[in-house]
């Protein structure tokens, strides 16, 4: 009921805003539709592609090692809470390796009492399940510790991306291979040519981890870990192993080089916190947003996303007068845990200069703080968690920027 | 509690399935994992594409006439529910139009107070909702009714497909139009050179019907629509009109050449049923299906997808034995109505012949039923319509073959 009457309420400041966009000679509109071409168009196809006016694309940093580089979701363009296969986030520490599937295999060793090898085939007949989360790499919107901050969505947090993973959890393998009691962490290693390796704690594989080999409907994509890939949801991307080709259990961490000598965040004071593995409750409008351009006063929904490693987000908040006052926007249902959720709320732009943010709660009751209290408590020397308040400026002609924080 | 019980029970019968198919030689594994070439990957793209190994496509007939044709999706490489927008089956009348976001246009016109003329743009400022629904042309499995069948899922059932689409509720934009309480129907028409178009009583309009612009996280792809598609939630897919560019309210239904020279289900007596519009309940194994094999005894999830157009997915009970007992499967969590709900359940394959169905329950109560009640029912004019039971042969190589019903 309250989604029914907010609609309504909105319609009223409709009328305004449609009247002025759409000109409304729908008299000539309708010889139009009556006298359109009628070429027959193309012909069904095995495999679609979209449209040629659709110019959306995944960007990335020059780089004399691109092989050690990323990209980013636009985010800005982005609908719903699924990224499209094609346009979720890449971080690769030595490119993306080609793999046949045929011939990849998960070894399962260490403090295990029955050793593994499965193939792929192996394990898709396993029992399944499918969920939708979020990966974030641990360093998106690390440029907004300098409170300079991105100029638009994607570079702020297109490091983020979410869909629906299939796989086997790890759980039921780990079962299968009986798994020592007195193990209590997991090597996960990639296939990748610097085997990327992370430790992950027993009670986190046990709990909600997947061994996932499809996402969004298809096999997982070749940049997404192809054919197989970890999935610890929640936490930071590069836990999500890629190309996972090994599972060691032991009693201690590994101290790999991926989480030693990066992934780590060194404090003000010198000392670096290691396994800092949840990704806390994040937002940012995506809609609209840095590089946007509102066409003219009237109804404008402002939507955006939220994320939390710990859980369900429980509110996101929006402020569109620069943090003066906050409403609660409306959460897409249902809201999964560790996904993207999509909140909306319906405004109408006044002609005038507007500062817009968001700030996300999560069901742990943490609150995504502003920029400055996140360097009161960790300083400047690290750029990986940020998940400062991201605000946007509303120009008077309509033109959306960045805000210096 | 339940889902970790049975999944314990499973893991049982795992031992012999895993033992037997992997060999076993973890050293050899190891070492190997250490020999691997070390060749740096690809680097990041700005548009991703699929794994080379990955071969699925939408199958099509040859046609003198393509442009009135269709494709299908291929259901027995499916994951989740999530249909990916390239594998969306499609179904043209006229073929696919070339149509510039920027001059398109919806024109809402007939018994409203206000016509209007939105343009793609002042559609995308309005309060939006993402929903995941599936669409299924009505002619889907209509090669079923003659009892022979198709020998595989996706020629039986690949004309169904779901995805999350984004868009304006249909109920607002008539609001905004003031649509007159008298008015009843609602014509719905494509931009396509046939100007395919379909009836809509208001009612339905009114409810969770509608005008969307994305799907999965992206623009509606070219052949499903592009830039705006009707999305009718559970209704024949025809009347989900795709390039959708004009909407007129009137008093009584148009009976449209696609709503009279075809999409009527003609009975045995000669008489054709007209707008019957609901999908009913309907379900699918998709693996093990036909067309594939199973590698070996031992264990083997079923899996499959159950939708209904009159709500949610209540029940999909699954038989091994060619219909003489019935199982509960699992049921993929959230449910969504008028959505592809997953479905699975643990199977350990003895070797021998089985024969494989399931059937779905939906929320209004309705039973999936057997082809011989839909023969008794309707006859045999009419393709529409075919929500029979789906039978899969398991043969003694493993290999799945269609059955004659």
């Keep these: 009921m309250e989604a029914r009457r907010r609609f309504l ?14 000109g409304g000679n729908t008299q000539q509109a309708a010889a139009d539709a009556d006298t359109e071409p009628s070429l027959l168009g193309k ?29 980013r979701t636009p985010l800005q363009d982005s609908y719903g809470i699924i ?6 986030f890449e971080r690769h520490h030595a490119g993306v390796p080609e793999i046949d599937p045929a011939k990849h295999t998960l070894l399962v060793h260490g403090m295990v009492d029955r050793p593994l090898v499965l193939s792929v085939a192996d394990i898709k007949r396993l029992p399944s399940v499918s969920k939708v989360y979020f990966v974030e790499c641990s360093g998106n919107s690390g440029g907004e510790w300098s409170g300079k901050g991105a100029p638009d969505a994607q570079r702020s947090h297109g490091l983020a991306s979410c869909s629906e ?7 039921l393998i780990l079962s299968e291979a009986g798994i020592r009691k007195d193990a209590r962490w997991l090597l996960a290693e990639g296939a990748d040519a610097c085997k ?25 994509r070749p940049e997404q870990g192809y054919p197989l890939r970890l999935i610890v949801p929640g936490w930071e991307g590069n836990i999500n192993v890629k190309w996972l080709h090994r599972i060691h259990a032991a009693e201690e961490p590994f101290y790999t080089k991926d989480e030693t000598s990066k992934y780590t965040d060194l404090m003000a004071d010198g000392k670096a916190r290691i396994f800092t593995f949840d990704m806390d409750a994040k937002s940012v409008i995506t809609a609209p947003s840095g590089g946007q351009k509102i066409a003219g006063k009237g109804f404008q929904e402002i939507t955006g996303l939220a994320w939390s490693g710990r859980g369900r987000i429980e509110k996101v908040e929006v402020t569109t007068d620069g943090g003066k006052t906050w409403t609660a926007a409306q959460l897409q249902e ?19 200069e507007a500062s817009l943010a968001c700030r996300a709660t999560d069901e742990s009751g943490y609150v995504q703080p502003p920029r400055q209290v996140l360097v009161e408590a960790r300083g400047l020397n690290s750029n990986y968690h940020c998940n ?11 033109s959306v920027t960045n805000v210096e924080a």
Tied chains: 1, 2.
């Excluded at 309420?9 to 759409?22: E, Y």
């Excluded at 110019?55 to 990323?70: E, F, I, L, V």
């Design 43 to 71: 012909v069904p196809s095995d495999y679609g592609n979209r449209s040629p006016h659709e110019k959306s694309k995944r960007t990335y940093a020059d780089s004399k090692t691109p092989q050690a580089g990323s990209s």
């Design 388 to 398: 400062a308040i991201k605000f946007w400026k509303v120009q008077a002609d309509g």
């Design 83 to 88: 990224t499209p296969n094609s346009l979720h």
């Design 9 to 22: 309420g909105v319609t009223t400041a409709l009328a305004g805003a449609l009247a002025g966009c759409s």
């Design 165 to 171: 993973w299939t796989g086997v959890p790890l759980s």
């Design 196 to 220: 990327m390796a992370r430790s992950i704690p027993v009670e986190k594989a046990v709990g909600d981890t997947l061994v996932a080999y499809a996402q969004n409907g298809e096999a997982i």
């Design 334 to 352: 249902p809201r999964f845990p560790r996904a993207f959720t999509r909140f909306r709320m319906p405004w109408t732009w006044d002609g005038s």
